[in-house]
């Protein structure tokens, strides 16, 4: 079966052979008589007159392969499952859609939710009870499918009033217009409070907020920058570092391989889950990036350039496309392709370069992990428990000597866990991740000057736009195996347009500008909610589900009402659009009551309001791509952190291919006495054109608040 996972021998598929997802296909050949989503699965609930058994997770999703194992491949489990149930299996990857809306009733059930999630729904699609790993039989006062399933029949049998009203309530909560909050504005305050919360968070002594589990949450750390940005206060910055330098020392690092694993399962940044999310290493990359600009520390260019060897090795199609993650498990045991004993680390390495690494990163002969997530025994987890600097200068080393020695033997050490059976991979690829992706590559191309990076994302966005688009411009949510399919969601559109923006800005061909125009066109013509503001997840000629979800919540990945108010404002600057300011305005005035009562889970929205109070900047430059002084003004307006401003290129000359993008006031702008020069604009009002990069950034620094 796909994912490493074995299946009886002579077992039947069922009928999810016939899909593409990695997910579905691992339960192809389950006993379980699952169906996919779809007309022909809810046709037959309403025939039979049965509940659905909605079961949902991800093909890298550890727990989700623990109980097919214990559950779904049990014939006795699968029994009872297809007497009692309708059983959809569903890839949320695949469809985000019911898995937010399928997330959110499991919170109103249980109070809490999770991967797997189990939904039990009337054959109209109305959820009455939620649950997420089950056993096969109860234990530890958590249910057991195998004593489940005959009280959900004897309920099903002879209470259903009981079923219609619990179904109902949760129904109608679902549909629940959004809080208002009066006529109160949005405003600093709100950014202050944020700010006030993730401090009242911070662990000071290992870095990142709360306790265990830790998630990196990288758009907590692009807003506590900005607030270093706008508030002066120093306390944001050294959080926002802290956080980043505790995870690349952490075993949430793969040391010898790249590439950050899901999330630590302790407040160490020690054990981590061990999956590799395509996500994680975009809008990480992100933070690592716009850390280099405000600190110019190497250190965290030195990360976003192994964070992109790992995708671009591993995590990337031959067409140029990136997949979606790396499971955690590999031969039934999570974390074993990445763990070492001190005894392979001996077998591999040099004696003095293993007793090095083995002093450097606390192996120990029996493991280093006090809790460890039953690896085998003896298993290490390679990690730098201080700083190189610290440990450099106690064993009398320079700190680049000995970075020089310990990446020599981590390199030794990847080269030889490619002997080991490998993690599955999920090979889908996915609009929106992608987006992401593109626009980290993007960003750090421009910012560290790695045209190599800009490649990659421009042949990402090709891929997407050439091979994931129906005849009229609108996007599909997942490819695989040759097939485009499942209509694109908000996120889909919104993160290629930041991508696509992102790539404008990086090489400044007004292809990529155009695209994200039109794209951004759909999203505003098919995803508004006009009256109430903000977009829906779904397009308006979208499949019919329970609810038509709406949020702004930032959780793992930025929501995709955060990332359209972003785009909103940007595009509405490079267009001189206010039309589109004025649509952002309506997306932060639609959640404000949600982000009031708990800002720190609104950091990106928050980010896209730091923008729209000010002061930004609309910078153009004006000059030949190619010439040397159009290039030392873009590289010093990149190397500033100045996260709030939009970028245009004017090249010499009439530009038909920009002119339908391009502002009419930017198509004036012209390069003075011969030299490149930079237009420094708020509010499309412009100051004195300059030719020196350093007053330019000067310019920039200074500029005055909106309204000031």
């Not at 009733?105 to 939904?119: E, F, K, R, V, Y």
């Not at 390069?671 to 499309?684: D, E, I, L, S, W």
């Amino acid at each position: 079966m796909n994912g490493g996972q074995s299946h009886p021998a002579g077992a039947r598929a069922n009928r999810l052979i016939r899909e593409k997802s990695p997910y579905l296909l691992q339960h192809a050949h389950n006993p379980v008589d699952w169906y996919p989503w779809g007309p022909e699965a809810l046709a037959a609930a309403r025939q039979e007159d049965k509940p659905i058994f909605l079961s949902i997770g991800y093909s890298t999703c550890h727990w989700c392969h623990v109980m097919a194992r214990e559950s779904f491949e049990d014939r006795e489990v699968a029994a009872l499952m297809n007497d009692a149930f309708i059983n959809i299996k569903v890839d949320r990857e695949e469809r985000p859609d019911l898995d937010s809306v399928y997330m959110t009733a499991a919170q109103l059930l249980s109070g809490g939710g999770g991967w797997p999630l189990n939904i039990i729904l009337t054959p109209d699609q109305r959820p009455f009870y939620a649950a997420t790993y089950l056993p096969k039989h109860s234990r530890l006062g958590r249910a057991g499918i195998m004593d489940l399933v005959p009280r959900i029949k004897d309920l099903w049998r002879s209470g259903r009033d009981k079923i219609a009203s619990v179904a109902g309530q949760v129904t109608a909560a679902l549909d629940r217009p959004l809080a208002e909050c009066g006529g109160e504005a949005p405003g600093e305050a709100t950014l202050q409070a944020a700010f006030d919360q993730l401090a009242s968070m911070h662990d000071p002594k290992n870095g990142g907020f709360g306790q265990a589990p830790k998630f990196p949450t990288p758009h907590n750390i692009t807003f506590l920058l900005r607030c270093w940005k706008r508030f002066g206060d120093p306390r944001a910055l050294e959080m926002a570092e802290a956080a980043l330098q505790a995870m690349r020392r952490g075993g949430i690092w793969d040391h010898a391989g790249f590439g950050f694993h899901r999330y630590a399962t302790d407040e160490r940044w020690l054990v981590p889950h061990f999956e590799k999310m395509l996500y994680d290493q975009a809008l990480l990359a992100t933070a690592y990036t716009e850390a280099w600009q405000a600190t110019g520390d190497e250190a965290y260019a030195r990360t976003v350039g192994r964070i992109f060897t790992y995708v671009l090795r591993d995590m990337t199609s031959p067409e140029g496309a990136f997949y979606s993650a790396e499971d955690a498990d590999s031969e039934g045991v999570e974390g074993k392709f990445y763990v070492w004993t001190e005894a392979e680390i001996r077998e591999v390495l040099a004696p003095a370069d293993a007793d090095l690494l083995i002093e450097v990163m606390a192996v120990s002969a029996a493991d280093n992990v006090p809790e460890g997530p039953g690896l085998p025994p003896g298993a290490n987890i390679l990690h730098l428990p201080r700083p190189l600097r610290e440990t450099a200068a106690r064993l009398k080393m320079r700190a680049g000597e000995l970075e020089r020695k310990l990446d020599a033997a981590l390199a030794e050490l990847y080269g030889a866990r490619a002997s080991r059976v490998r993690p599955h991979q999920d090979d889908k690829v996915l609009a929106d991740w992608n987006g992401l992706m593109i626009s980290a590559l993007a960003r750090a191309a421009a910012a560290l000057n790695e045209p190599a990076y800009a490649e990659a994302a421009a042949k990402a966005a090709s891929f997407v736009l050439d091979k994931m688009t129906d005849g009229q411009g609108r996007l599909f949510h997942r490819w695989r195996g040759g097939e485009a399919a499942v209509p694109g969601f908000l996120d889909d559109y919104v993160f290629m347009v930041r991508g696509l923006t992102d790539l404008y800005e990086a090489v400044f061909d007004p292809l990529y500008l155009r695209t994200a125009v039109a794209l951004n066109r759909i999203v505003a013509g098919h995803f508004q909610d006009a009256a109430g503001g903000g977009f829906f997840q779904t397009a308006d000629d979208a499949e019919a589900i329970i609810a038509r979800h709406k949020d702004a919540y930032d959780g793992a990945v930025p929501s995709g009402n955060s990332v359209a108010m972003m785009n909103l404002l940007r595009i509405g600057r490079l267009t001189a659009d206010p039309a589109l300011e004025r649509m952002a305005e309506g997306v932060i005035r639609a959640f404000y009551c949600a982000a009031r009562k708990a800002p720190a889970g609104f950091t990106e929205l928050l980010s896209a309001l730091d923008f729209a109070l000010g002061p930004s900047a609309e910078v153009v430059i004006a000059g030949a791509i190619e010439a040397p002084d159009t290039v030392a003004m873009i590289r010093a307006l990149r190397g500033a952190y100045v996260p709030n401003k939009v970028l245009l290129l004017r090249p010499p000359g009439r530009d038909s291919t920009a002119e339908d993008v391009m502002p009419e006031f930017v198509q004036a702008m012209a390069a003075r006495g011969g030299k490149a020069t930079a237009y420094v604009c708020r509010n499309f009002n412009c100051a004195e054109p300059v030719t020196d990069p350093r007053r330019m950034v000067e310019l920039l620094e200074n500029v005055p608040a909106q309204g000031g």
